[in-house]
């Protein structure tokens, strides 16, 4: 399984990036973040038909993931806060299962990550 995130950058605060993850299948797939010395933490996913989405709290109302029929699954984010700043990985789970989940340990793929500043 390959995937490859993009799309990452520097914004200002109250901007929108959109970020991009090409699979190489079809599966269940998430965004997770992480800054320096911080857990690895759930942003947002989506099951593998694609009909049940999840968000964190912390960015409900502000990112939306989606995923089209070419296997890319992708993060609109908008009104960025500074506080959104980090390395963005997207992460895929095994052909075992369908749902989502929020435990990082329950992913088994993921893609190299891409940077995202939200300036002040």
């Known amino acids: 399984v390959q995937l490859q995130a993009s799309g990452g950058g520097l914004v200002q605060a109250g901007g929108s990036l959109r970020l991009s993850c090409a699979a190489s299948?079809?599966?269940?797939m998430a965004w997770f973040r992480q800054t320096p010395g911080k857990e690895r933490e759930f942003v947002a996913g989506?099951?593998?038909?694609?009909?049940?989405k999840y968000h964190a709290a912390s960015v409900r109302g502000r990112f939306t993931i989606n995923r089209d029929a070419r296997n890319a699954v992708y993060l609109q984010m908008s009104s960025l806060k500074p506080e959104d700043t980090a390395v963005y990985y997207c992460?895929?789970?095994?052909?075992?299962?369908?749902?989502?989940?929020?435990?990082?340990?329950?992913?088994?793929?993921w893609g190299p990550g891409t940077q995202v500043t939200v300036s002040s």
């Open positions: 992460a895929a789970r095994s052909e075992s299962y369908n749902t989502v989940s929020f435990a990082r340990n329950d992913y088994d793929y």
């Open positions: 299948g079809r599966y269940a």
């Open positions: 989506i099951t593998y038909q694609g009909g049940n």
